[in-house]
């Protein structure tokens, strides 16, 4: 099955929304990682973050790396937003990433 | 400056024909990756490498080979091409056993007829 599930799999918000994006996955991780993936095809790493709480602007990353969940949080949403988000995680013992299918998200003006 | 790129950017290839994609990367990360991109499926990892010359299958490796000459480059090898095979495909470079933040190029569209 599907290692890393991501909800909700699309989310469309008015700007200045916050959004919650959930990241569970099945195997134990040493590593876990949100990108985003532009409506262009280009993906960028937004945080690494296999446990605890990180803060990037208006991101907020939380890992709770025993109940094999992670969420990322964008505050005050805005157009730019728009696009798929990405979780993945470094299976522990192995060299491989897998990712999650995303989260779709869509900021409205 | 990209650090990571792609050649080409896009490709039309025939069922049967022999198809490589280029990657290079001037990140001078150990660790490089092969993924496809496929609605439904998210990325897959194809091969990777640890430096230069290894090369080390991933989870859909069938159908693929993987070079790496040197630290910088890193090429995916279809020697006989499917239709199955057209997708988009992404490199990415990284530091350390995927625990470090992997840096992606920019994808390249393969068309499979």
């Known amino acids: 099955g599907q290692q890393v599930q991501q909800s909700p799999a699309s989310l469309v918000l008015q700007e200045g929304e916050n959004a919650e994006l959930q990241c569970n996955f099945s195997?134990?991780?040493?590593?876990l990682q949100w990108f985003y993936q532009s409506p262009g095809g280009s993906l960028v790493s937004l945080l690494s973050?296999?446990?605890g709480t990180k803060h990037t602007g208006r991101l907020t990353s939380t890992t709770v790396t025993k109940e094999r969940r992670s969420s990322l949080h964008i505050s005050s949403s805005q157009t730019t937003d728009s696009g798929t988000y990405l979780c993945a995680i470094d299976r522990s013992n192995t060299n491989k990433v897998v990712f999650g299918t995303g989260t779709r998200l869509q900021v409205l003006p | 400056e990209a650090a990571v790129t792609q050649s080409p950017r896009n490709k039309v290839a025939v069922t049967g024909g022999k198809v490589t994609l280029s990657c290079n990367q001037t990140?001078?990360?150990?660790?490089m990756y092969w993924y496809r991109q496929d609605t439904g499926h998210g990325l897959r990892l194809i091969h990777y490498s640890y430096g230069a010359g290894s090369t080390e299958k991933g989870d859909i490796p069938d159908g693929y080979k993987a070079s790496r000459p040197s630290q910088e480059n890193f090429s995916l090898i279809l020697e006989l091409a499917t239709p199955s095979q057209t997708s988009v495909y992404f490199c990415a470079s990284g530091d350390a056993r995927g625990r470090d933040t992997q840096y992606f190029g920019p994808g390249t569209r393969l068309l499979v007829l």
């Open positions: 973050n296999p446990s």
């Open positions: 195997s134990t991780a040493t590593q």
């Open positions: 990140n001078n990360h150990n660790n």
